[in-house]
């Protein structure tokens, strides 16, 4: 049996913006995120990220995005989160003084800096999120993917990061593409909306 996960879609998004991407659960969201990452390899049709083929996955290419997904952890489970920040910081080749001072500014933002000698699995949800965007940002990307950023987390810390990502686009220009089922996430940050169906 084919399964069409994602079909005659075409969009395009400006540098800037914040684009909400809405669907029922199996409607193509994830799969979507996946191709424009360089993740799965369309079957057909072509996708460009700035001037990217992501199938490709050239290296310039991952380092101008980042892709977060509520669901799965890029942090290692036993150590704290500042020891897979040290190697991002690597594998980016993001000078040390840089690294600090980024590494400082995203912390402060989001308050968690009395967190980071603690291990990621004792971490609260919110937490670890506030960690998977810190080291998502860490090289500056100018395209981030979010799917379901705040899934499971509770109004403050949802609040929490969604001032977050505000002040990274507002400050920074970075392009966001964001798929949430809370609709205050669409509401309070995207600036124009993605809707897919089956």
Not at 44 to 66: D, L, N
Not at 73 to 80: G, K, N, R
Not at 161 to 175: A, D, P, Q, S, Y
């Amino acid at each position: 049996k084919t399964v069409e996960a994602v079909k005659e879609i075409s969009f395009s998004v400006e540098e800037g913006d914040i684009v909400g991407y809405i669907g029922a659960n199996g409607s193509g969201k994830t799969t979507t995120l996946k191709m424009l990452s360089g993740l799965i390899r369309p079957t057909s049709g072509t996708i460009k990220v700035g001037e990217f083929i992501p199938s490709e996955r050239k290296t310039a290419f991952k380092k101008m995005f980042a892709l977060v997904m509520g669901q799965k952890s890029q942090l290692w489970w036993d150590l704290p989160a500042k020891e897979s920040f040290e190697l991002f910081r690597a594998i980016y080749e993001i000078d040390r003084p840089v690294y600090k001072r980024r590494l400082g500014m995203l912390t402060d933002l989001l308050e968690v800096g009395e967190l980071m000698d603690k291990p990621v699995r004792n971490l609260s949800l919110g937490e670890r999120m506030k960690m998977e965007l810190i080291g998502s940002l860490l090289h500056n990307p100018r395209i981030l993917f979010l799917d379901e950023p705040t899934i499971g987390l509770d109004n403050f810390s949802q609040q929490k990061i969604r001032h977050f990502l505000k002040t990274i686009n507002k400050e920074e220009k970075t392009t966001i593409l964001l798929t949430s089922h809370y609709m205050k996430d669409i509401e309070e940050l995207c600036n124009k909306l993605l809707i897919i169906n089956k």
